[in-house]
């Protein structure tokens, strides 16, 4: 039988260049944008982490680190990257990732985000210490969108935001609880950056954060006991056990992108301990250095049910604010579904641990951009304009 | 914690490296940074402390940390030494002395090197802090009996002999430059290569304060030193400065605390120079933590303040990451927060905790 070019699907790349080029056509290119027009200390906050950053290195190296089992003769002429998650259909199985401060890379902050994320069908989660807030960013898209507190006050402080948050529309609330202590980001220290969200933050709510402990996970269970909660950072399977414990629906795995506990493990690294004790009790959330399509899968064969995507949001709202997000989201897809075709699924469903090889060889120094080596900053001289 | 203080002058501890690599001459310089041959021992200093990951905790009430620790009967702010280095003086006019009341200041310990200037009874009387002191021996039982009473004299509350500097160490950074360090040519030699076991039960037998053995590698030699009286076991390489090729201090430290148990205390150098190097051994059963190369870096950038500045920041350091980790207290940090093995994600050096450091840079 033979196959009739003329009806052959095109990829998203071969219809972009049929309509005359799409401004980025890869990720790195996004990247590059972004580092052109950002400032030093956006830059350095954006790309930074704590410490030594090793982390964040390890964040990468652990994906680095995973090689795939290719399986071939399946039929993948229509791959799915479509999922249900915490009851609705999303576009593909990503999360825009809550970012502090994110009105340094775009004005419009988080509304922005929401924006993109009702345009590609993706949830948001905005954190709760960005412009414009909580009410606004609200206002500005219906998406899926969550709400991700970081605790400067009170119980009754705490419960407020979670009021406002159903009110608002926000599906489910996160608490975060791997930043009880702000870390030494030595990008920003050594050249003297004052991040303007920082310089707001007083002593007294600083240490709400720092007393955080399970009984406030207690607390907000009984008060709203069908508003899922999740827990982002968490970072072994024994705490995941322990969130099971408390009916907590959400466990993010998170080391912050590295930015909060330096030397810690990479996030992929957790996954199959907490996925372990926790894989269709509660959803799995995992974030860490993600910047590929071939990452995300990986991430879902270890049983992820969503990852969320931070830093190359960031570069993404960078380079293009709104429609930057999302082109950055469409090339996610398509690498997504090109990664599934070439190992041999066509959804979400049938990846699990036997597509993936342990301890391959890393062949790149892990860093912020391994997962993007055609990267130059270095070189002046290329990035095309939206 | 507070956000840091834009108007301090060291704010990060890369920082003081810089300084002292631009005020330190070359040679002064390689003495500080450099170990002996191929610098192995060095760098696995590094990638054993690198090799380590965390498995930290959450949500456990961490607004009070305390980074205290006890060691020899006393309170220290921290559970790190000033370690002895036998050139301070060449990193900063007042050597010992300034060091000594830097650990005052702040509130460790300094250990008081052999052949470090200006001296034990002019260092002792610089300051009333908590002072130890690490013998060289370079004499007879007669010339050790009276460094021993020497020590007791002026208050010294900890007794350290050095056990791996029997021989002089080839380091090939002098040795290349011709730079013969001036303290050395004063050093007799005659004496070290003749230190055993008996030399340390001589020791146990005229001293009166606690007995350290300093440059412990193996669990047989820490049983050794257990059964010949020591208190405490200081596991060290001398900083990757004497026998080249042996094991990186932290892959050290489980077979001694094994093989210790309760009967001595366990000190460790090698390397450390983060907040999060001092949990990793404090989590592995160390006591205390010796820092050697980053007070000189201190030393030499800014003087008996720079040290204080040091260990400020090093706590600020300790105090952040124990939150994250989720304990309030060293006594809590056991292996239970540690995962081996970890991948290492920078080729280990003398500066790779440091990764911002840039010093090719002239500039800043």
């Given at each position: 039988?033979?196959?009739?070019?003329?009806?052959?699907?095109?990829?998203?790349?071969?219809?972009?260049?049929?309509?005359?080029?799409?401004?980025?056509?890869?990720?790195?290119?996004?990247?590059?944008?972004?580092?052109?027009?950002?400032?030093?200390?956006?830059?350095?906050?954006?790309?930074?982490?704590?410490?030594?950053?090793?982390?964040?290195?390890?964040?990468?190296?652990?994906?680095?680190?995973?090689?795939?089992?290719?399986?071939?003769?399946?039929?993948?002429?229509?791959?799915?990257?479509?999922?249900?998650?915490?009851?609705?259909?999303?576009?593909?199985?990503?999360?825009?990732?809550?970012?502090?401060?994110?009105?340094?890379?775009?004005?419009?902050?988080?509304?922005?985000?929401?924006?993109?994320?009702?345009?590609?069908?993706?949830?948001?989660?905005?954190?709760?210490?960005?412009?414009?807030?909580?009410?606004?960013?609200?206002?500005?898209?219906?998406?899926?969108?969550?709400?991700?507190?970081?605790?400067?006050?009170?119980?009754?402080?705490?419960?407020?935001?979670?009021?406002?948050?159903?009110?608002?529309?926000?599906?489910?609330?996160?608490?975060?609880?791997?930043?009880?202590?702000?870390?030494?980001?030595?990008?920003?220290?050594?050249?003297?950056?004052?991040?303007?969200?920082?310089?707001?933050?007083?002593?007294?709510?600083?240490?709400?954060?720092?007393?955080?402990?399970?009984?406030?996970?207690?607390?907000?269970?009984?008060?709203?006991p069908d508003y899922p909660l999740i827990l982002k950072g968490i970072a072994t399977a024994e705490d995941a056990q322990m969130a099971l414990d408390h009916g907590v629906e959400g466990i993010y795995i998170s080391n912050h992108g590295g930015r909060q506990l330096d030397h810690g493990r990479g996030s992929i690294d957790v996954l199959p301990e907490v996925a372990?004790?926790?894989?269709?009790?509660?959803?799995?959330?995992?974030?860490?250095?993600?910047?590929?399509?071939?990452?995300?899968?990986?991430?879902?064969?270890?049983?992820?049910?969503?990852?969320?995507?931070?830093?190359?949001?960031?570069?993404?709202?960078?380079?293009?604010?709104?429609?930057?997000?999302?082109?950055?989201?469409?090339?996610?897809?398509?690498?997504?579904?090109?990664?599934?075709?070439?190992?041999?699924?066509?959804?979400?469903?049938?990846?699990d641990e036997t597509y993936l090889h342990r301890d391959a060889n890393i062949v790149a120094t892990p860093h912020q951009f391994s997962a993007l080596p055609l990267l130059n900053l270095e070189d002046d001289g290329y990035a095309p304009s939206l | 914690m507070a956000d840091v203080d834009p108007t301090a002058e060291y704010l990060t501890l890369h920082e003081f490296?810089?300084?002292?690599?631009?005020?330190?001459?070359?040679?002064?310089?390689?003495?500080?940074?450099?170990?002996?041959?191929?610098?192995?021992?060095?760098?696995?200093?590094?990638?054993?402390?690198?090799?380590?990951?965390?498995?930290?905790?959450?949500?456990?009430?961490?607004?009070?940390?305390?980074?205290?620790?006890?060691?020899?009967?006393?309170?220290?702010?921290?559970?790190?030494?000033?370690?002895?280095?036998?050139?301070?003086?060449?990193?900063?006019?007042?050597?010992?002395?300034?060091?000594?009341?830097?650990?005052?200041?702040?509130?460790?310990?300094?250990?008081?090197?052999?052949?470090?200037?200006?001296?034990?009874?002019?260092?002792?009387?610089?300051?009333?802090?908590?002072?130890?002191?690490?013998?060289?021996?370079?004499?007879?039982?007669?010339?050790?009996?009276?460094?021993?009473?020497?020590?007791?004299?002026?208050?010294?509350?900890?007794?350290?002999?050095?056990?791996?500097?029997?021989?002089?160490?080839?380091?090939?950074?002098?040795?290349?430059?011709?730079?013969?360090?001036?303290?050395?040519?004063?050093?007799?030699?005659?004496?070290?290569?003749?230190?055993?076991?008996?030399?340390?039960?001589?020791?146990?037998?005229?001293?009166?304060?606690?007995?350290?053995?300093?440059?412990?590698?193996?669990?047989?030699?820490?049983?050794?030193?257990?059964?010949?009286?020591?208190?405490?076991?200081?596991?060290?390489?001398?900083?990757?400065?004497?026998?080249?090729?042996?094991?990186?201090?932290?892959?050290?430290?489980?077979?001694?605390?094994?093989?210790?148990?309760?009967?001595?205390?366990?000190?460790?150098?090698?390397?450390?120079?983060?907040?999060?190097?001092?949990?990793?051994?404090?989590?592995?059963?160390?006591?205390?933590?010796?820092?050697?190369?980053?007070?000189?870096?201190?030393?030499?950038?800014?003087?008996?303040?720079?040290?204080?500045?040091?260990?400020?920041?090093?706590?600020?350091?300790?105090?952040?990451?124990?939150?994250?980790?989720?304990?309030?207290?060293?006594?809590?940090?056991?292996?239970?927060?540690?995962?081996?093995?970890?991948?290492?994600?920078?080729?280990?050096?003398?500066?790779?905790?440091?990764?911002?450091?840039?010093?090719?840079?002239?500039?800043?």
């Amino acid at each position: 039988m033979a196959l009739d070019a003329s009806k052959k699907a095109p990829t998203h790349w071969e219809k972009d260049l049929r309509a005359g080029g799409a401004p980025f056509m890869t990720l790195h290119e996004i990247v590059k944008k972004a580092n052109q027009r950002l400032s030093q200390g956006a830059w350095d906050y954006l790309i930074g982490a704590t410490e030594t950053e090793t982390t964040l290195k390890r964040n990468r190296m652990a994906i680095d680190a995973l090689a795939f089992k290719a399986r071939v003769c399946r039929d993948v002429s229509s791959i799915d990257c479509s999922t249900t998650f915490m009851g609705q259909d999303i576009r593909m199985p990503v999360l825009l990732a809550p970012i502090g401060g994110i009105e340094a890379f775009d004005p419009d902050g988080g509304a922005s985000s929401a924006k993109a994320s009702e345009a590609f069908n993706v949830p948001h989660m905005l954190s709760s210490r960005c412009h414009p807030g909580l009410e606004d960013t609200a206002a500005a898209a219906d998406n899926f969108r969550i709400f991700q507190l970081y605790v400067r006050g009170d119980q009754d402080w705490v419960d407020d935001h979670v009021d406002r948050a159903l009110k608002h529309g926000y599906q489910s609330f996160c608490l975060t609880v791997d930043s009880a202590h702000y870390s030494r980001r030595e990008r920003d220290i050594s050249t003297r950056y004052v991040k303007k969200w920082r310089a707001r933050v007083g002593e007294e709510g600083v240490r709400y954060q720092s007393t955080l402990s399970w009984d406030h996970v207690k607390h907000h269970k009984k008060k709203y006991p069908d508003y899922p909660l999740i827990l982002k950072g968490i970072a072994t399977a024994e705490d995941a056990q322990m969130a099971l414990d408390h009916g907590v629906e959400g466990i993010y795995i998170s080391n912050h992108g590295g930015r909060q506990l330096d030397h810690g493990r990479g996030s992929i690294d957790v996954l199959p301990e907490v996925a372990a004790v926790a894989k269709g009790k509660a959803t799995i959330f995992v974030d860490g250095s993600f910047m590929r399509g071939s990452d995300v899968v990986k991430a879902i064969a270890l049983g992820a049910d969503i990852v969320g995507m931070g830093r190359l949001q960031g570069l993404a709202l960078a380079a293009g604010s709104v429609e930057g997000c999302i082109r950055m989201l469409e090339i996610v897809e398509s690498e997504i579904k090109t990664c599934m075709g070439l190992i041999g699924v066509s959804s979400l469903d049938e990846l699990d641990e036997t597509y993936l090889h342990r301890d391959a060889n890393i062949v790149a120094t892990p860093h912020q951009f391994s997962a993007l080596p055609l990267l130059n900053l270095e070189d002046d001289g290329y990035a095309p304009s939206l | 914690m507070a956000d840091v203080d834009p108007t301090a002058e060291y704010l990060t501890l890369h920082e003081f490296v810089k300084k002292a690599r631009l005020k330190l001459s070359p040679f002064v310089w390689d003495y500080l940074y450099g170990g002996s041959e191929t610098e192995t021992t060095l760098k696995r200093n590094r990638m054993a402390l690198d090799s380590i990951a965390f498995r930290p905790r959450v949500l456990r009430d961490v607004a009070d940390v305390d980074t205290s620790r006890t060691a020899i009967g006393k309170k220290h702010r921290l559970p790190v030494i000033l370690a002895p280095m036998g050139g301070l003086q060449h990193f900063d006019p007042d050597g010992g002395a300034a060091v000594a009341r830097s650990a005052e200041t702040f509130g460790v310990p300094f250990m008081c090197g052999g052949n470090t200037q200006p001296g034990l009874a002019n260092i002792a009387k610089a300051a009333n802090g908590e002072l130890y002191y690490q013998l060289y021996v370079m004499g007879d039982h007669d010339w050790i009996e009276e460094r021993v009473k020497l020590a007791m004299d002026v208050g010294c509350t900890a007794f350290a002999l050095t056990v791996d500097s029997n021989l002089g160490s080839r380091r090939e950074r002098d040795i290349s430059k011709r730079y013969t360090k001036p303290w050395h040519t004063t050093n007799h030699y005659d004496h070290r290569p003749h230190i055993t076991w008996k030399t340390v039960d001589f020791i146990k037998s005229k001293c009166n304060v606690p007995l350290i053995l300093k440059g412990i590698q193996s669990a047989e030699d820490a049983v050794l030193g257990v059964e010949h009286g020591a208190d405490v076991i200081y596991i060290s390489n001398h900083g990757g400065r004497q026998p080249d090729h042996t094991r990186g201090s932290m892959e050290i430290l489980p077979e001694v605390v094994e093989a210790v148990g309760n009967k001595a205390k366990v000190w460790i150098d090698g390397g450390f120079a983060r907040g999060t190097d001092i949990m990793k051994a404090i989590g592995l059963g160390a006591e205390m933590v010796g820092v050697g190369r980053l007070q000189g870096y201190a030393l030499a950038a800014a003087g008996e303040a720079g040290v204080v500045r040091m260990l400020e920041i090093l706590q600020q350091e300790l105090v952040i990451d124990m939150g994250l980790l989720g304990v309030n207290n060293l006594d809590q940090i056991d292996e239970s927060y540690i995962h081996m093995n970890a991948p290492v994600v920078n080729q280990p050096h003398q500066l790779s905790a440091f990764p911002l450091l840039n010093l090719e840079d002239e500039g800043y």
